[in-house]
């Protein structure tokens, strides 16, 4: 550790949108943005307190992981994908079909098109949209998904940028949140392959037929845990069996057209026997004979490890909808290249998602104000009641929604439990309370600064701010820069700082650091 710790913002890949001719001309495939990996934090250095300090640097994290834990930046795209989201809404309903509803079709279009996925060869998974085609098309576990396909064309067509492979997944989300379940973390960026070469060799789905070994035999293969793949087996709380797909028949619940633990309740608390009939080996509950269970459903509760997180969700189903939001996230997401970009390539005008009167609004990133690849701070990681993460050095300063209901800027180590971050949740502005913070270290930064002074990291709203006591004065410092970079830029000058391309803090900014320092200290935070 050096002399003085600073505070940096700190992401990992950084996805960004150029605006350059041939940027504006890609086509719908190449045209994909996507939301990256973000972690925020600081540095130790004398040079860094000036950035920090009045431009406010967002530090941009070298060290990339594909965890869904990790953070990730939203940036723009052209599908509007709230509108999305409302025409598959528009779908589920159809008291011709089933049960009255398309959902659980839905589910299983998304859960079968990302359940391909091997961590072994990074083969399979959502990316490509291959059950379109042959082989994967025809697979026996894919039977029926056809209808879920058509009935999905609709919106396809209706919105000119949307992948197959995005649409697939977000229909199921879309499904489950309708349905009842809990809200389940989606973004865009999946491509769409042009035919199904790419697809893996069949038996990669659960064979319902099997028993505890199968099953972690596919999921694990997948990169899930037990308590994981309990979880995703919950989705059975939805829809049912079909002679003419499947060969098995009826639904797990009384109620198939809604999100719930009933499936983990009634598996423990029904007694059931083997049906007899000419079909393959299933399972029916003895009081209305009209319920069933699969073998591979009757092995979670055969399995010692498995049995205890079906007692778990069976008690209580506000932790699997938890727990299930986080596993399918995941599932959605396997084997995915979201086409980020290391923070070092980011440039003057792409753009960054941030709010604004209460709307999800895009923002320029006007110039690099600081990057170092090899210092190293300590941060504080703050998990909301949501699910959503960030990571802050002590003086970073980030909104919270203060007693009297207005924004309030305090900094990272004022955060208390219970207080309550600006989140973006399926497009909208909501708040969620802080429940759990830890202290944790990281290496590299990049200090971009916005037009805006602000921006989403994680779906977490954000100062670019840090060291300084006020938000407000650390903006109204930057006005300089703000009405440099509109003119240059009116004038086609693309780069009109150059973009600080070494490691160290941007000159004119060190020199502003000092100044203030030397006239008025009292505006820094205490370090």
């Not at 150029?18 to 990256?36: E, L, P, V």
């Not at 110039?367 to 701070?377: G, N, P, R, V, Y």
Request: with cysteine; aromatic share 12%.
């Amino acid at each position: 550790m050096l002399s003085r710790p600073v505070t940096r913002l700190l992401i990992g890949n950084i996805a960004r949108r150029s605006f350059t001719s041939q940027a504006r001309n890609n086509s719908r495939q190449q045209y994909q943005w996507s939301r990256s990996r973000w972690n925020f934090g600081s540095a130790t250095t004398n040079r860094v307190v000036a950035a920090a300090a009045l431009s406010g640097g967002i530090a941009f994290v070298l060290h990339a992981s594909t965890t869904p834990s990790d953070n990730k930046l939203a940036t723009p795209s052209k599908v509007d994908y709230n509108e999305v989201r409302k025409s598959i809404a528009a779908l589920l309903d159809d008291n011709n079909y089933d049960d009255g509803s398309y959902g659980p079709l839905f589910v299983r279009l998304g859960w079968h098109a990302s359940g391909t996925y091997s961590h072994i060869d990074s083969s399979g998974g959502s990316n490509g949209g291959c059950m379109r085609f042959q082989p994967e098309s025809e697979w026996g576990a894919n039977k029926g998904l056809h209808l879920a396909r058509e009935r999905l064309e609709s919106v396809y067509r209706a919105h000119p940028g949307l992948t197959y492979a995005d649409l697939y997944t977000l229909a199921a989300v879309v499904a489950i949140e309708e349905m009842g379940g809990p809200k389940i973390k989606w973004r865009p960026g999946r491509n769409d392959h042009k035919d199904g070469k790419k697809s893996p060799a069949d038996g990669r789905l659960p064979d319902a037929a099997q028993g505890a070994q199968h099953i972690r035999d596919i999921f694990y293969r997948m990169g899930f845990n037990d308590q994981e793949t309990v979880a995703l087996i919950g989705a059975h709380s939805m829809g049912r069996c079909h002679t003419d797909r499947s060969g098995y028949d009826g639904p797990w619940t009384f109620a198939p057209t809604t999100f719930s633990n009933e499936f983990f309740r009634l598996l423990l608390e029904e007694k059931w026997q083997v049906r007899r009939w000419k079909g393959p080996k299933q399972y029916e509950d003895v009081k209305t004979k009209t319920l069933m269970m699969l073998p591979a459903d009757m092995a979670l509760v055969e399995d010692p490890e498995f049995r205890k997180y079906v007692v778990q969700y069976a008690k209580d189903g506000d932790k699997f909808s938890k727990d299930f939001a986080a596993a399918f996230e995941k599932l959605l997401e396997l084997g995915v290249d979201f086409k980020t970009t290391d923070g070092n390539l980011l440039k003057t005008g792409d753009q960054i998602l941030t709010i604004n009167h209460n709307k999800i609004v895009s923002t320029d990133m006007i110039f690099m104000l600081d990057k170092e690849t090899s210092k190293q701070a300590k941060f504080y990681t703050f998990i909301t009641d949501s699910g959503h993460k960030i990571s802050l050095t002590s003086v970073h300063l980030i909104p919270i929604l203060s007693s009297n209901s207005k924004l309030d800027y305090i900094p990272a180590k004022q955060v208390k439990l219970g207080d309550q971050f600006y989140v973006n949740i399926n497009g909208k502005v909501n708040y969620s309370p802080v429940q759990n913070i830890t202290i944790e270290y990281k290496k590299g930064y990049f200090a971009p600064l916005t037009m805006t002074g602000t921006l989403l990291v994680n779906d977490v709203y954000s100062s670019c701010y840090a060291l300084a006591k006020s938000h407000k004065w650390s903006h109204l410092f930057m006005t300089p820069f703000r009405w440099y970079y509109k003119l240059t830029r009116f004038i086609s000058i693309n780069d009109p700082f150059d973009n600080n391309r070494n490691d160290g803090i941007y000159w004119i900014i060190d020199i502003i650091h000092q100044l203030i320092n030397y006239i008025q200290p009292s505006i820094l935070q205490s370090l």
